[in-house]
Structure formats: structure tokens, C-alpha cells
């Protein structure tokens, strides 16, 4: 059987309150962040980073002075290896903090695989997101003359696996969380964008809201219409003066306060803990929540190692129909693929 390496992709987070501002630095360093020449987007990126810092590091203080991603994926990474069995080997590239791209790919190299397949943990594509980790993994392959045959899944907002165990993941919170005879209503949460981003042509949104309608049709296989199925899509995560999608989770947790709804918020677009589901959806969030009038708040947690979850990650490896070679000579290689796909998906 072949050696086969699988490079798991995450944004990364910080591993101490010191790698808070070198973290950020990093984020909005990247062009598929802030589209500027080099430049003028570093300067920029560095006083971005050392105005947010502060309040980032407040951030991190709440869950330990470290993000727990890289270890959440680490724990992903070790169960995709026992369901796909010997000759395989799981290898995380975070893409704005240790270990990055560079790190992972002279990892891989050293191994010596056969087959490497990029799978970026963002089940929905952005250019944001899996478009950045998979260019500078091309970029770096190159440079390390990593000239192995390479396949990249490049998202799976409906795949059966990932919205099986979302939908069993928040059937029992919806069915503890009534508020009288209209039940609790559904936050389903995803990481915000910028509207301008959304408008170039980027399929996240439709993406999301794909993964969305797939959930709310399993949850009603499972029964759970008998509350109603009160549910929306919202985003989080805003920052900077730009218009993002919306509505926003803070719009919809002050809706809910004033009509007297419990709420359950369940994030869809994140498949591990971090700081944006343990810090702003459950304290931020909640506090809100709290202060609002809101009769019940609850957060569904992140698939994470869901057995059938990782099932379907595996299957999606092994599947050659499920990925594409990757391209010599693009950085935006998968884009034209996923928005043709996205446009299938309304």
C-alpha cells in the first residue's frame, strides 16, 4: 500500500500570551486578508497587531493564555490516523502560527510519502481561509522541491458525515432548552466575511448556508420538528469598519432577549474549540445573552473527533473522485471548482 500523508490545514492560534501580537502580525500580513502590496499591507499589519493585541491577550487569559486549536487538531489528526490504518500519517500546518506550512512541509518530506492529500479543516471554501492555506502550501512544496504527487479536498459543507454529527450533536440541547410553547429558536453560527469579499465571488456564504439547510433537513429526520424548527444562519467574528454578511449573532441574541426565546447557537463552520467558540460564544455570548432577558442560552459544541465525523474525513482521503490534483500554476487553484460547486448547492 502506498504512503500516504495527509496535511491537515487550521488558521492556528497562539501558544502564549507573548505569540498573541507575532500571531496576529501574521494574520493580517497575509494578502488574502488585506489585498495590498507588501509594502504597505506589512506596516499595516504590524500596527493592527499592536493595537489589537491587548484585548486578543484578554482574550486568550480566559481560556489558559493559549489557544487549545493547535491541540484540539492534534487529537483530529490522531484519530483520522486510526481510521484510515497503517501507511498513513496525519501532519498539521497551521497557517499564522506554529507549526506552520514550512514546518509541516519539511515534515512530510522527511517522511517520504508516496500520495500527499491536503485537507484543510474549514468545511466551507473561502479565500480567506482554504484558498490562503493551500496557496502558501504550494508555495512552500515548491520551494522544498516536494515533488510528490498531491490531491487537495477542498471543502464539504454538505458532506453526511459532518452534518450527521452536527444534527445529533443538537437535537438533545434543542430538547433541553424550551421556553414555553415555542421552543428555543437555532442560532446556526458561522465565522463572518466582509461583504466586498463575498461580492468578488467568493462561495463561503452560499457555502455556509448549504451546510445550514442540510442540518436543519437531518434534524428533522431525527424528529426534531416537533419544536418547530425555529432556526437561522448568523455570523460572528466582525472586525475592522468594513460592512460584513450578516445578520450578526449579537442582532439575533437581542431579538431572541425582546421576544422572551431561549436560544441554542450551534457553530457551523468551525470543527474544533478555540478561542471564537470558548470565549465569544460561550462567555461574550452568554453575558450577552444574560443581559438581554434571554430565558436560556446553550452552545452546541464543535464536532471535533465525532466518530462520524472522522469516518468521513477518512472517506473523503481515500476517495480520489472527492479531490482534485493539485495545480502547478495557480495559487487560486480550487476557486473556479468550489464556486461552480456552491452555485449547485442553492
Not at 85 to 94: L, N, Q
Not at 137 to 146: F, K, M, N, P, V
Not at 273 to 284: G, M, P, R, W
Not at 307 to 312: D, E, G, L, S
Request: proline share 8%; aromatic share 6%; hydrophobic share 45%.
Amino acid at each position: 500500500m502506498p504512503r500516504r500523508a495527509i496535511v491537515l490545514m487550521n488558521l492556528g492560534g497562539p501558544d502564549s500570551l507573548a505569540a498573541v501580537r507575532p500571531f496576529l502580525f501574521n494574520l493580517f500580513n497575509d494578502d488574502a486578508i488585506i489585498a495590498l502590496p507588501g509594502l504597505l499591507r506589512s506596516p499595516l499589519a504590524w500596527l493592527i497587531a499592536a493595537r489589537r493585541a491587548p484585548l486578543a491577550r484578554r482574550i486568550y487569559a480566559e481560556i489558559g493564555g493559549a489557544s487549545p486549536l493547535l491541540a484540539n487538531t492534534e487529537a483530529q489528526a490522531r484519530a483520522l490516523e486510526a481510521a484510515l490504518g497503517p501507511e498513513h500519517r496525519c501532519f498539521v500546518a497551521m497557517r499564522y502560527w506554529h507549526p506552520l506550512t514550512t514546518e509541516t512541509a519539511r515534515q512530510v518530506a522527511a517522511w517520504g510519502p508516496d500520495e500527499v492529500v491536503c485537507l484543510p479543516l474549514y468545511p466551507q471554501f473561502s479565500t480567506t481561509t482554504t484558498g490562503s492555506s493551500l496557496a502558501v502550501w504550494r508555495r512552500e512544496a515548491q520551494r522544498l522541491g516536494l515533488d510528490i504527487p498531491t490531491r487537495i479536498v477542498c471543502c464539504y459543507p454538505t458532506l453526511p458525515g459532518f452534518v450527521e454529527s452536527l444534527a445529533t450533536l443538537i437535537r438533545p440541547a434543542l430538547k433541553g432548552s424550551g421556553s414555553g410553547p415555542r421552543g428555543p429558536r437555532l442560532l446556526l453560527s458561522a465565522h463572518g466575511l466582509p461583504k466586498k469579499i463575498v461580492q468578488t465571488g467568493d462561495p463561503y456564504q452560499r457555502q455556509v448556508e448549504a451546510t445550514a439547510a442540510a442540518v436543519i433537513a437531518a434534524l428533522a429526520r431525527l424528529g426534531a420538528d416537533e419544536w418547530g424548527l425555529d432556526w437561522r444562519v448568523c455570523y460572528q467574528s466582525r472586525v475592522g469598519p468594513l460592512e460584513w454578511i450578516g445578520p450578526s449573532v449579537e442582532s439575533e441574541i437581542r431579538r431572541a432577549g425582546a421576544e422572551g426565546v431561549s436560544l441554542v447557537v450551534a457553530p457551523i463552520s468551525f470543527v474544533s474549540e478555540h478561542s471564537e467558540t470558548l470565549v465569544e460564544l460561550d462567555i461574550e455570548y452568554g453575558r450577552l445573552a444574560r443581559s438581554c432577558g434571554v430565558p436560556n442560552y446553550r452552545r452546541v459544541a464543535t464536532v471535533s473527533v465525532e466518530p462520524v465525523f472522522i469516518a468521513a474525513l477518512a472517506e473523503l482521503v481515500c476517495d480520489p473522485a472527492a479531490s482534485e490534483p493539485m495545480s502547478a500554476g495557480d495559487d487560486r487553484f480550487c476557486r473556479a471548482r468550489v464556486t461552480a460547486a456552491a452555485g449547485a448547492l442553492r
